[in-house]
């Protein structure tokens, strides 16, 4: 028989009970709002301090300047020992910024980067949790069930739907990776402001050159490493996506040939002339449509309707899982240019290289890689659906015209009857 149709829970509507916990966690860790609101809480805060230290200096310059024109006009002061005491004061405003900074950055440090890292960390090591959890139960129960196929969107999750929760899941965790990456760079950021100022202030141009060199290098090689790891978790993740799409895709493709053939064979049987062929049609059937006692193929025209949408199932179910390997491929090849773009060639020979031409680069190799994902993708849907047509698709198209011109030449036919076979060549 074919399978169920419509599923009580179809993959694409990712609403499968068994897996509402997971996705309550899911939507848990990808919320971000408390992570953002504590920095700008700081932010905040640290701008008042910072206005207010700003508002005082300038009040007191003005006073101290006041001062002075008037010691100096009385006589009471001369110039030299009134530049010597500006002098003195722009170095106490000097010391009072650099305290600021100081405080600022430990702050941010203890109020920001301490406790949102760990949260960060846990949040990711229980994304980590459920990913494995999820990855490792895949396809437990469908070792000794040959009907899951059968079952999948009703009793079971289908594997498309757990494999959409477990891109998701790695998405979510990909971001929480990101957003450690923000936070330790703009705690770098701050402490390289932090020993810049005083050079910046004093006129030290060579020392704040040198500084900033050495924290534009380091910011490189963390770009280029984060790069990398971002492609190793990515490929790592692909590795687990590709294999099991490749033996879900296989699982629904023999469901398809069980059923396909016999299927096939009793089409077979219906008659080119339709005019004596009869049909046997259950009671019930007769008092929900009366219309049957005088248009019998009617009834079988729906059943023919519901078996082509019903056997569909296993066709669109391969298409969807090679579309979703394919946006994580796309995603590898996203990742993998990101390495070349930031790249560190090694000491002498990347100076030749800039970071125009390494951007160039990387935007060809994906248009190339992309390119080539595509026309694989549409190649893999191609020989799918043709496989649909050759087994099942074309025969029962074809009996579903002849009875639907009978009912048309009898008045018979309903527009109600047709509501859309399944659609194909989507691609």
């Given at each position: 028989m074919p399978p169920p149709y419509p599923r009580h829970h179809p993959a694409v509507n990712n609403n499968h009970p068994d897996?509402?916990?997971?996705?309550?966690?899911?939507?848990?860790?990808s919320n971000t709002?408390?992570?953002?609101?504590?920095?700008?809480?700081?932010e905040a805060k640290s701008s008042k301090l910072r206005a207010t230290l700003s508002h005082e200096q300038e009040t007191a310059r003005q006073k101290l300047l006041r001062n002075l024109r008037t010691m100096i006009d009385?006589?009471?002061?001369?110039?030299?020992?009134?530049?010597?005491?500006?002098?003195?004061?722009?170095?106490?405003?000097?010391?009072?910024?650099?305290?600021?900074?100081k405080k600022y950055f430990d702050g941010f440090q203890r109020e920001v980067v301490v406790p949102l890292n760990e949260m960060l960390t846990t949040r990711i090591a229980k994304a980590t949790e459920l990913l494995n959890s999820l990855a490792t139960g895949l396809f437990n129960q469908s070792d000794n069930a040959a009907d899951l196929p059968q079952e999948e969107g009703d009793d079971q999750p289908e594997l498309l739907e757990k494999l959409t929760l477990l891109k998701w899941i790695f998405e979510t965790r990909?971001?929480?990776?990101?957003?450690?990456?923000?936070?330790?760079?703009?705690?770098?950021?701050?402490?390289?402001?932090?020993?810049?100022?005083?050079?910046?202030?004093?006129?030290?141009?060579e020392k704040a050159r040198s500084t900033e060199a050495y924290f534009r290098d380091d910011e490189i090689k963390r770009n280029s490493a984060f790069a990398v790891e971002i492609r190793d978790r990515t490929l790592e993740f692909l590795n687990v996506i590709e294999h099991s799409v490749m033996r879900g895709c296989q699982a629904q493709l023999n469901?398809?040939?069980?059923?396909?053939?016999?299927?096939?064979?009793?089409?077979?049987?219906?008659?080119?002339?339709?005019?004596?062929?009869?049909?046997?049609?259950?009671?019930?059937?007769?008092?929900?449509?009366?219309?049957?006692?005088?248009?019998?193929?009617?009834?079988?025209f729906s059943l023919l309707l519901h078996a082509e949408k019903s056997t569909f199932q296993f066709i669109e179910s391969q298409t969807n899982m090679l579309c979703l390997l394919h946006q994580v491929k796309e995603a590898s090849a996203h990742a993998q240019a990101k390495v070349i773009e930031t790249e560190i060639l090694g000491e002498g020979i990347g100076e030749s290289i800039s970071?125009?031409?390494?951007?160039r680069r990387a935007q060809e190799m994906l248009k190339r890689e992309i390119e080539a994902l595509s026309l694989d993708l549409k190649e893999k849907v191609r020989t799918v659906e043709?496989?649909?047509?050759?087994?099942?698709?074309?025969?029962?198209?074809?009996?579903?015209?002849?009875?639907?011109?009978?009912?048309?030449?009898?008045?018979?036919?309903?527009?109600?009857?047709?509501?859309?076979?399944?659609?194909?060549?989507?691609?």
């Open positions: 897996l509402a916990d997971i996705r309550s966690e899911v939507r848990v860790l709002s408390d992570i953002s609101s504590k920095g700008e809480e700081f009385s006589g009471e002061l001369s110039y030299a020992d009134a530049g010597a005491i500006e002098k003195d004061h722009k170095e106490q405003e000097r010391l009072k910024l650099k305290d600021l900074d990909e971001s929480l990776y990101k957003a450690i990456f923000d936070l330790l760079s703009a705690r770098n950021g701050k402490y390289r402001n932090l020993i810049l100022t005083p050079y910046r202030l004093s006129g030290n141009e469901a398809f040939w069980d059923i396909a053939p016999p299927l096939g064979r009793v089409l077979e049987k219906v008659p080119s002339s339709l005019e004596r062929f009869c049909i046997q049609i259950p009671a019930s059937e007769y008092e929900e449509n009366p219309a049957y006692y005088d248009h019998p193929l009617q009834y079988l970071a125009e031409d390494r951007a043709d496989q649909w047509k050759s087994g099942f698709g074309e025969v029962v198209e074809s009996v579903k015209e002849r009875i639907g011109e009978y009912l048309l030449q009898t008045g018979g036919w309903d527009e109600q009857l047709e509501e859309g076979g399944p659609a194909v060549g989507v691609l």
